[in-house]
């Protein structure tokens, strides 16, 4: 869509609602921690799954659904930061992690989120190959990773950039999250334990907020769904995608406020919309919310796109909202890997 139509965005869709069968699947200890976030903030309708190599993580976590990996490679001892320990338990077990990644079948459209801390050698080494299984099983695979604390040293760090390296290689798309952008915000005396819990609301918002785009049936409003997401998803394979949330509590331009918000906390101080090939952005408010303040507010993101810029966007009811209140989350999309950021 042109950025000159922005009376197109308004026009209402015809189609059947989405069944979308939705897993995250947490691999090693870090990937553990986050799906054990998630299932404590009682997130619905994803299937939550650990795969791990050390029995102790896997026996404290919550999730319903537990492989174990590499059972005669590692004996549930963990891999040691060892990269290729990590991958070759993941081979070892690959039929089971297919069969637990299987969607529910015809007329289900599938998506999988691959969950990990990058750094040791379970997440780094597993990931790209958890990744492979949902893919041969036809799903959408969406990576979301923490990158390490600079406190945990160089070596984490390069073990870190090479796991990426091997999920990209097999992901639709992944997210980067440094555990270090958790802590731009925090407070200086704050310890390690509150570090990673901070960086692990980071990272579960970032499948809550896509889980809601590719989840969401509701008709109430205008809304964008798993086939909006697939096509951004796919036409940016390979480039990096960022997220962000905004929020603004009251007056007439809440709309812009909170997607601005969004926007500068996706892009950071790095990047420029104008680089970006897609914009998908979301708003949660009050039925009686004025459409033309939504307008007003993608105003802003037209202007600020390039030509060639897919830029959608939706809105969910929410009744809880007061009439001024609303929250933007944007996934903004196809900046080349190489462009300098915070992000991986
Ligand atoms: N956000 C977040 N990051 C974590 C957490 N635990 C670990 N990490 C990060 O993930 C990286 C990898 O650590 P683990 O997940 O413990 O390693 P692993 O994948 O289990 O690999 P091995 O233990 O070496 O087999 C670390 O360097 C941390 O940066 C967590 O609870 N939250
Ligand atoms: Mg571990």
Redesign the pocket.
């Known amino acids: 869509m042109s950025k000159s139509n922005v009376s197109d965005l308004f026009m209402v869709k015809e189609s059947e609602p989405n069944v979308v069968s939705a897993k995250a699947i947490g691999?090693?200890?870090?990937?553990?921690?986050?799906i054990d976030?998630l299932l404590r903030e009682g997130q619905k309708g994803i299937d939550m799954i650990v795969a791990?190599?050390?029995d102790r993580?896997l026996d404290a976590s919550l999730a319903p659904t537990k492989i174990r990996l590499g059972e005669k490679l590692?004996r549930g001892r963990?891999?040691?930061?060892?990269l290729e320990?990590?991958r070759q338990a993941a081979e070892e077990s690959y039929d089971q992690i297919k069969e637990a990644l299987k969607g529910k079948g015809k007329g289900f459209l599938d998506l999988t989120f691959i969950v990990?801390?990058?750094?040791?050698?379970?997440?780094?080494?597993?990931c790209s190959v958890v990744a492979r299984a949902a893919k041969e099983n036809g799903s959408l695979t969406i990576g979301v990773c923490?990158?390490?604390?600079s406190f945990?040293g160089a070596k984490?760090s390069e073990?870190?950039k090479k796991?990426l390296e091997a999920l990209r290689s097999e992901c639709d798309s992944v997210i980067v999250?440094p555990?270090e952008k958790?802590l731009s915000t925090a407070d200086k005396n704050i310890g390690r334990d509150e570090?990673?819990?901070?960086?692990?609301a980071?990272?579960a918002n970032a499948v809550k907020l896509i889980g809601s785009i590719a989840l969401v049936d509701d008709k109430t409003g205008i809304y964008i769904d798993f086939f909006d997401l697939e096509y951004v998803i796919k036409r940016c394979k390979g480039k990096k995608t960022l997220i962000g949330a905004g929020y603004s509590e009251e007056g007439s331009d809440s709309a812009s406020v909170a997607l601005k918000a969004a926007i500068e906390s996706a892009l950071g101080d790095n990047l420029n919309l104008n680089d970006a090939t897609s914009v998908i952005a979301r708003f949660q408010l009050n039925p009686s919310y004025s459409l033309m303040a939504i307008q007003s507010a993608m105003r802003m993101v037209f202007d600020a796109s390039n030509e060639d810029s897919d830029v959608l966007f939706g809105t969910s009811i929410d009744d809880s909202l007061k009439p001024e209140e609303i929250c933007a989350t944007v996934i903004v999309a196809g900046f080349p890997l190489d462009e300098p950021d915070a992000a991986g």
Do not use: C, H, K, Q
């Open positions: 691999v090693g200890d870090g990937g553990a921690n986050i976030y791990d190599t050390d993580s590692t963990g891999s040691n930061g060892d320990i990590g990990a801390g990058f750094g040791g050698g379970t997440g780094g080494g597993a923490a990158m390490p604390f945990e984490r073990l870190a796991g999250i555990n958790t570090s990673f819990a901070m960086a692990n980071a990272l």
